[in-house]
């Protein structure tokens, strides 16, 4: 009989996830974390780390760190050889720090589209670059892109933010195709509106006006938890999806 642990379990297997210091990307890896893996958490510093490799620890978990900041040239790739060689292999790359920036197409500067392509995109490619032959080559292996719902339905006021993620996605569905037959595969988890400390100032500065506008959002009028990532997250680094790749997750509440 099949158990649950066979399904979803990923007891022995090492996964990095980036940009794990807080929101998403924290709760995932320690649902990762939590599931079995073994989990690379990564910040931009080392002292950003700190608090999810406790968290995990402390839940009975497993937690090795690096930092690196993803926005610059060759730090993608780097993070990656990083990993492997600390952990001794990689199976699971979440892909999850990302640079948003809010402003539409007349306002964006551009340091703030350097920005974003380079973090969002440039780095992107280079962890696939330096991961997908190696998981390749031991016959398994996941890529979980956090990807946005804008990528699907974009807004003026995050137009950079939103192309990027779109060519993300475009890049996992790339890589899906050539590496499916190696039993490496790539998918996207596409959050709507999740309640994160990038929302903060907003939330904080019009309280009134936030909850106006996340009561008309979606259909269930609220903003996701990071914790509710967490489930579609497990599903897709692991055995569960194995007749799944080049596909996107939206979980946005309705939209």
């Known amino acids: 009989m099949t158990s649950l642990q066979d399904v979803f379990g990923l007891s022995g297997r090492v996964a990095l996830v980036t940009g794990s210091s807080r929101g998403i990307g924290a709760a995932i890896a320690r649902g990762l974390a939590g599931a079995g893996a073994s989990v690379i958490v990564h910040g931009q510093s080392e002292a950003s780390t700190l608090e999810t490799?406790?968290?995990?620890?402390?839940?009975?978990?497993?937690?090795?760190?690096?930092s690196a900041d993803?926005?610059?040239?060759?730090?993608?790739r780097r993070l990656v050889e990083a990993a492997e060689e600390l952990a001794g292999r990689l199976d699971v790359l979440v892909v999850n720090a990302s640079a948003q920036v809010n402003a539409d197409l007349a306002h964006l500067t551009e340091e703030d589209l350097d920005l974003q392509?380079?973090?969002?995109?440039?780095?992107?490619?280079?962890?696939?670059?330096?991961?997908?032959?190696?998981?390749?080559?031991?016959?398994?292996?996941?890529?979980?892109?956090?990807?946005?719902?804008?990528?699907?339905?974009?807004?003026?006021?995050?137009?950079?933010?939103a192309?990027?993620?779109?060519?993300?996605?475009?890049?996992?569905?790339?890589?899906?195709?050539?590496?499916?037959r190696h039993g490496v595969l790539l998918n996207t988890l596409a959050p709507g509106l999740v309640d994160t400390d990038r929302n903060a100032g907003r939330k904080q500065a019009d309280p009134d006006g936030w909850e106006a506008y996340v009561r008309e959002l979606n259909w269930m009028g609220r903003a996701g938890d990071p914790s509710e990532m967490v489930g579609a997250a497990i599903f897709l680094a692991s055995g569960a999806c194995s007749f799944m790749t080049g596909e996107t997750v939206v979980l946005s509440g309705g939209y």
């Open 70 to 76: 993803l926005g610059v040239r060759g730090a993608g």
């Open 117 to 161: 392509l380079s973090v969002n995109l440039r780095s992107t490619v280079e962890m696939l670059q330096a991961c997908l032959p190696r998981m390749a080559a031991r016959g398994w292996g996941r890529v979980v892109n956090i990807g946005s719902i804008n990528q699907l339905r974009p807004k003026a006021v995050v137009t950079a933010y």
């Open 53 to 66: 490799r406790v968290a995990i620890e402390r839940e009975g978990g497993r937690a090795l760190e690096l």
């Open 163 to 180: 192309a990027t993620k779109a060519a993300q996605h475009n890049i996992v569905q790339s890589q899906a195709r050539d590496y499916a």
